[in-house]
């Protein structure tokens, strides 16, 4: 069965408009105005498929034809980082969608089910894959009053405000226990593919990560009347902590750990103030768990000793976790042997992002399958791949999904 590569393409660029940032890259937030938009856009394009669009308390969607039991899941997420790219999750959405379309217009009976995970970029509350978490039961419902967004709303609060809250559900939308095995394709969001000539990447396992929030509280003074000596600085400690944390990790590449400072707000944001406050963020991934955690637990020594050492409070929070997990063996062999009867030029490969399918194979068979970045770019607005090799991974995802209905 041939998907129908042109309207692929085009679904995508259709999509990558609903962005609350245009011509700055695609910003849609979970539970935002332009999400709500993608979300409509989706159920439209589901009942005009004959399929039914439901939506859990959390807002992960799950699509499916009327005769569908679900066994088989795929799928990613339509949310996106702030200037993000046009690809990024959706890409495993659209490409889903358009499989399911496919095998409706050829009468195929199946049993495969598309869900969109919700809050996989963690851009709300800080927790990557949190639609996943709470459907996979990591995250019980209390975590629902401990998820506080930066403008102070708990994820309880921002959920009331949906459509979907309201919505009555009476049992769960997707029992776990009964699905069989389940596949996200993804662009691949590093070089390896784009650099060595291959058109697809078979994940042999994601990366674990773990992110905290550090709040350094110093002393806010006057910009020229306050000596140097004596100050309290926030943000220079921040800034001192973060060039230690930076060298320890640089300091063995042989481990291939990443650590990023990638949020920070600095208080009161005066020029001519010493910033009181400052708060920021610190992850951490690897292939190895025992490493994240070692890495995390000595950038938290570097971060209390720089406290102490400049006289001023810390706090720190954990934030997320995900630890790294493999993709089912079966699975794998299986893309295998079909790129290769494909005569696709595939490669074996981690993934360094995380990704909703990390989360699933904690308890169900999980594959994943990449194709290139362009320059390996991604979370930016330059993020791109070759529309022949968005084709050419989602024919292959058909070709794969048709060994498993
Ligand atoms: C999600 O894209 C992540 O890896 O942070
Ligand atoms: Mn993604
Ligand atoms: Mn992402």
């Not at 996989?120 to 975590?143: C, D, Q, R, V």
């Amino acid at each position: 069965m041939r998907i129908n590569g042109k309207r692929l393409i085009s679904d995508l660029e259709d999509f990558s408009l609903i962005t609350a940032t245009p011509g700055e890259g695609v910003t849609r937030f979970s539970y935002s105005r332009e999400d709500i938009a993608a979300r409509q856009r989706l159920k439209e394009m589901a009942t005009e498929n004959n399929m039914i669009c439901r939506t859990d308390f959390f807002g992960n969607m799950i699509i499916s034809p009327k005769k569908s039991k679900g066994t088989i899941l795929f799928g990613s997420h339509i949310d996106t980082v702030k200037n993000g790219g046009w690809l990024d999750g959706i890409y495993g959405v659209i490409s889903a969608l358009e499989i399911l379309r496919t095998f409706e217009e050829n009468k195929k009976q199946h049993d495969c089910t598309l869900i969109v995970f919700a809050e996989e970029e963690g851009s709300n509350f800080g927790s990557t894959m949190t639609g996943s978490k709470f459907l996979t039961g990591k995250y019980g419902p209390e975590k629902l009053d401990q998820l506080i967004s930066d403008n102070g709303y708990t994820m309880r609060e921002v959920l009331q405000k949906t459509s979907f809250s309201r919505e009555k559900q009476k049992e769960e939308l997707i029992d776990i226990n009964f699905v069989k095995a389940m596949f996200e394709i993804h662009v691949e969001q590093g070089p390896v593919l784009d650099d060595e000539g291959f058109e697809i990447g078979i994940v042999d396992a994601v990366a674990g990560m773990k992110v905290i929030q550090i709040t350094y509280e110093g002393i806010g003074n006057h910009a020229g009347a306050s000596p140097m000596k004596g100050r309290k600085d926030s943000f220079i400690a921040a800034a001192e902590a973060a060039l230690a944390i930076d060298e320890m990790i640089c300091s063995d590449p042989e481990q291939n750990i990443v650590g990023t400072i990638g949020k920070l707000f600095v208080s009161p944001n005066c020029s001519n103030v010493i910033p009181e406050k400052t708060v920021f963020t610190l992850e951490v991934r690897s292939e190895k768990n025992i490493k994240t955690e070692a890495t995390m637990e000595a950038a938290k020594k570097i971060i209390r000793e720089t406290a102490v050492k400049r006289k001023i409070k810390c706090t720190i929070s954990d934030m997320a976790s995900s630890n790294a997990i493999p993709m089912a063996e079966d699975i794998k062999s299986t893309m295998k042997k079909i790129a290769r009867k494909k005569c696709l030029k595939y490669k074996s490969m981690s993934s360094g992002a995380v990704h909703d399918a990390a989360m699933m194979a904690n308890h169900i068979a999980t594959g994943m399958i990449f194709v290139p970045s362009i320059n390996g770019r991604s979370h930016v607005p330059e993020e791109d791949t070759r529309k022949e090799h968005l084709i050419c991974g989602t024919q292959y995802l058909m070709d794969v999904i048709q060994e498993y209905i």
